[in-house]
């Protein structure tokens, strides 16, 4: 079975631009979660779809959003870009809603904003 | 809001020597707990979770955790560790289907 594949591995933006990622689940896992990895704040929770609908929401700006699509699909998108979104951004899948102990993660997207 | 903390941010063991790494959670209500784990250049994987039931979880590779209710403890330990243990550790408490991870204590095991 194949994992959660998260594209692109590696990105370089500068202030002010916006960037999209993207995560393919597990085959039949609904749910897509997003996390935010640095090394100052370790991981943190973003946001959760499940069937398409954002089921929950960690705390960060609304420069954060993301989606689902009807085949799982997720992407998050992070406008207006800002040197402290440097980071490591994980996507995990899961066959439930909010159950962490059932999340696979990927590899994760590595944005450096300049 | 539910905080994680891990004391410990780097341990150095040799191996066969034994491990326990500290995890305390804020929240005193229900709460699920995890370690991950992330070995070089690997993505995160579950090391056991704690649900409900015996406070005593056995995990993937001899690691087990005990749930301390009254102290808001969910210790990681492993009698004997190996080189192939050398990873980074995170603790994780899931409130309200809502996960937080603690900062993550990198382990370094000497042969």
Redesign the interface.
């Known amino acids: 079975k194949a994992g959660v594949t998260q594209t692109p591995r590696y990105l370089i933006k500068t202030r002010g631009q916006q960037v999209t990622l993207s995560c393919s689940p597990i085959s039949g896992h609904r749910s897509v979660s997003w996390y935010q990895q640095t090394p100052g704040q370790g991981l943190q929770f973003l946001f959760e779809y499940f069937s398409e609908t954002q089921r929950n929401k960690g705390n960060f700006p609304g420069r954060f959003s993301g989606r689902q699509f009807s085949n799982s699909r997720s992407e998050m998108n992070v406008s207006t870009l800002e040197l402290g979104d440097s980071a490591l951004y994980l996507c995990a899948s899961s066959p439930t809603s909010g159950r962490a102990g059932e999340l696979f993660f990927g590899e994760g997207s590595r944005l450096t904003v300049l | ?1 539910q905080s994680v903390s891990q004391h410990n941010h780097h341990v150095i063991l040799s191996e066969a020597a034994s491990l326990e790494l500290g995890c305390n959670y804020s929240y005193g209500g229900t709460v ?1 707990l ?1 370690w991950y784990v992330q070995y070089p250049g ?5 090391l056991l ?1 704690y ?1 409900s039931g015996d406070p005593l979880v056995k995990g993937i590779k001899g690691f087990e955790a005990e749930f301390i209710k009254s102290k808001f403890s969910f210790n990681l330990r492993k009698p004997s560790v190996q080189w192939s243990d050398t990873a980074e550790y ?1 603790c ?1 408490a ?1 409130e309200s ?8 204590t990198s382990l370094i095991v000497h042969p």
């Open positions: 809001a699920n995890f690997q993505h995160l994987q579950l979770k649900f995170f994780a899931e289907y809502i996960p937080t991870f603690g900062r993550g």
